[in-house]
């Protein structure tokens, strides 16, 4: 039989399938995208791994080994194909979806936090020692949380040499290095290029983009995701959100630009991101997700804006009539369903993936790779549209909203606590903590001049009232809405608070803890639905303003 990639699809398209190596083979074989950053593959004659999709011509299955994530394929000594760009595919689902500690650990070690306080303070957050931590990581993805960080400095390295021209020892430790000679090392093990090499092979044409890219223009890059993406339905959900000082929309429909304000670990920021798509596989500078999938690093660009959920405590709704994505409940799903992958429709098969660019200033720039993370929770890039569209596209009732609107995405936040304190108070009110409480920036921009005010601030300003229960009960801890919380626990903590409204619950437990399956109080959201009932609800939503609005004015597959 010919070495040469055959065209026909992978048969199978459940997690269970995946854990198949022949079924993995299959899509190595026929370089189906829809596997980009839910596994990677190393050739030993090589000494490579590379994305699923690689355009190379495939190996023969004997030197083929398979890894959950691209921090285990460098681990066992292989280095990023240079075609490829492995590192810039779209983060793994599963990370997002499990609600168990691997999927937490996964999560905050793409927000840095090894970066930041070491795995002692990983396995505090998560409530397990960091012998624990580290044997459970790898027997789940084949690596530990320092090789998953690693992978992750790696990457944001990478883009930030081939996108600036940031002096290399500049570079090191805003990619998280301890020192040079670690990110000399790492560099020259993930790459087998030393730095200088790695710059010098970026595209000519971004020489210009380079040069351009200093700390007070910005970082350029580019937000990977894959499948269909309906950018107007999220555009439309944060312009309706937006509040002044903190956050701005600007432009016509199709052709948008979202800005807004960071609270980070080490400063702040400003993120600009354009509504209008790249398609094909992003790799070159794009950058994908997150820790430990797909490398870890996820720079993908910048940062986003939690935001959101700007609805009253009464309506359960962000923004205006934008609904919550619910409640819901158990903390995602990471049974077998969790990820499946359907044969895609022709609408799928039409939309490969493809990138968001967006421009990224930081004060810090240590905070890079946390404000990737973030925005891609923001605006869910890191989802499996294949697997939510199979299981909603089979339901009568939501199969023509699926067909209407392929990859319909179920927005999170950038900031958890700041988001928290929206879903409670709306959006005037949250207008008016942002001018009374909120950080005037060192530089303001535009528009743009206040970051949301942090939960303590609010806490001893305002006391009184479910806010000031919520905003101490998050400066002191007793409440966590980080990217490794429990979302059982936060949303019993959440109820307990007295006066909290059951659907601001549901709007946070959505947006906030990034749960995608959550039925709000009072919506018709059955149980067969699962485990994505938050994109249920954003398909109805979605449905019941378009039936406001008229259908001139939809939202649907012409308009992407």
């Known amino acids: 039989?010919?070495?040469?990639?055959?065209?026909?699809?992978?048969?199978?398209?459940?997690?269970?399938?995946?854990?198949?190596?022949?079924?993995?083979?299959?899509?190595?074989?026929?370089?189906?995208?829809?596997?980009?950053?839910?596994?990677?593959?190393?050739?030993?004659?090589?000494?490579?791994?590379?994305?699923?999709?690689?355009?190379?011509?495939?190996?023969?299955?004997?030197?083929?080994?398979?890894?959950?994530?691209?921090?285990?394929?460098?681990?066992?000594?292989?280095?990023?194909?240079?075609?490829?760009?492995?590192?810039?595919?779209?983060?793994?689902?599963?990370?997002?979806?499990?609600?168990?500690?691997?999927?937490?650990?996964?999560?905050?070690?793409?927000?840095?936090v090894v970066d930041r306080e070491g795995v002692g303070g990983l396995a505090v957050r998560l409530g397990y020692s960091?012998?624990?931590?580290?044997?459970?990581?790898?027997?789940?993805?084949?690596?530990?949380?320092?090789?998953?960080?690693?992978?992750?400095?790696?990457?944001?390295?990478?883009?930030?040499?081939?996108?600036?021209?940031?002096?290399?020892?500049?570079?090191?430790?805003?990619?998280?290095?301890?020192?040079?000679?670690?990110?000399?090392?790492?560099i020259r093990a993930v790459y087998a290029s030393t730095p200088s090499e790695l710059r010098a092979a970026a595209p000519r044409t971004g020489s210009a983009a380079r040069r351009a890219a200093t700390p007070g223009a910005g970082i350029p890059l580019r937000l990977a995701y894959r499948g269909p993406y309906q950018t107007a339905a999220v555009f439309d959900l944060l312009a309706g959100e937006a509040i002044p000082g903190i956050e701005d929309i600007s432009g016509v429909r199709g052709h948008r630009t979202y800005r807004r304000t960071l609270r980070l670990p080490y400063g702040t920021g400003i993120v600009a991101v354009e509504e209008s798509r790249g398609s094909g596989s992003g790799?070159?500078?794009?950058?994908?997700?997150?820790?430990?999938?797909?490398?870890?690093?996820?720079?993908?660009?910048?940062?986003?804006?939690?935001?959101?959920?700007?609805?009253?405590?009464?309506?359960?709704?962000?923004?205006?009539?934008?609904?919550?994505?619910?409640?819901?409940?158990?903390?995602?799903?990471?049974?077998?369903?969790?990820?499946?992958?359907?044969?895609?429709?022709?609408?799928?098969?039409?939309?490969?993936?493809?990138?968001?660019?967006?421009?990224?200033?930081?004060?810090?720039?240590?905070?890079?790779?946390?404000?990737?993370?973030?925005?891609?929770?923001?605006?869910?890039?890191?989802?499996?549209?294949?697997?939510?569209?199979?299981?909603?596209?089979?339901?009568?009732?939501?199969?023509?909203?699926?067909?209407?609107?392929?990859?319909?995405?179920s927005p999170g936040a950038a900031d958890p606590d700041e988001l928290a304190v929206r879903a409670l108070v709306g959006e005037a009110e949250a207008e008016r903590l942002v001018r009374r409480y909120g950080k005037v920036l060192d530089a303001p921009c535009g528009p743009l001049t206040h970051v949301f005010p942090e939960a303590a601030v609010l806490a001893e300003a305002e006391p009184d009232g479910t806010l000031g229960a919520l905003t101490a009960a998050l400066a002191d801890g007793t409440l966590r809405l980080d990217a490794g919380a429990d979302r059982d626990d936060a949303e019993a903590e959440l109820c307990a608070l007295p006066g909290m409204d059951p659907r601001a619950a549901a709007v946070i437990r959505t947006r906030a803890l990034g749960d995608p399956d959550v039925a709000p109080p009072g919506e018709d959201v059955p149980d067969a639905w699962r485990p994505w009932r938050s994109y249920a609800v954003q398909h109805l939503r979605v449905a019941r303003e378009l039936e406001g609005e008229g259908e001139g004015e939809g939202e649907g597959g012409p308009r992407e």
């Open 1 to 112: 039989m010919s070495d040469s990639r055959q065209p026909r699809r992978p048969r199978r398209r459940t997690l269970g399938s995946v854990i198949d190596e022949d079924t993995r083979y299959e899509a190595v074989r026929s370089r189906d995208a829809r596997f980009d950053g839910e596994f990677f593959f190393a050739v030993e004659t090589t000494g490579i791994y590379c994305r699923p999709s690689c355009p190379a011509v495939t190996p023969k299955r004997r030197n083929v080994r398979f890894y959950a994530t691209a921090a285990a394929a460098q681990s066992s000594g292989f280095r990023a194909c240079r075609r490829c760009r492995p590192d810039a595919v779209p983060g793994s689902a599963a990370w997002n979806v499990r609600a168990d500690v691997v999927g937490r650990a996964m999560r905050l070690i793409g927000d840095g």
């Open 130 to 186: 960091a012998r624990q931590v580290q044997r459970q990581l790898t027997a789940e993805v084949g690596a530990g949380p320092v090789a998953l960080a690693r992978a992750q400095r790696a990457h944001t390295a990478r883009v930030l040499l081939q996108t600036t021209d940031l002096p290399i020892t500049e570079i090191a430790f805003a990619a998280g290095f301890a020192s040079v000679r670690q990110f000399n090392d790492t």
């Open 283 to 409: 790799a070159g500078m794009s950058t994908g997700a997150g820790a430990g999938t797909s490398t870890g690093a996820g720079t993908a660009t910048g940062t986003g804006t939690g935001s959101g959920a700007g609805t009253g405590s009464g309506t359960g709704s962000v923004g205006t009539a934008r609904t919550s994505k619910g409640t819901g409940a158990g903390g995602g799903a990471s049974n077998g369903t969790g990820v499946a992958k359907g044969r895609p429709g022709p609408t799928h098969a039409a939309h490969p993936g493809g990138w968001l660019d967006a421009r990224l200033h930081l004060t810090d720039l240590r905070d890079l790779t946390t404000a990737v993370q973030r925005l891609r929770r923001l605006l869910d890039l890191d989802a499996d549209p294949y697997a939510v569209d199979e299981r909603l596209g089979a339901d009568e009732r939501l199969a023509p909203l699926v067909v209407a609107r392929p990859g319909l995405r």
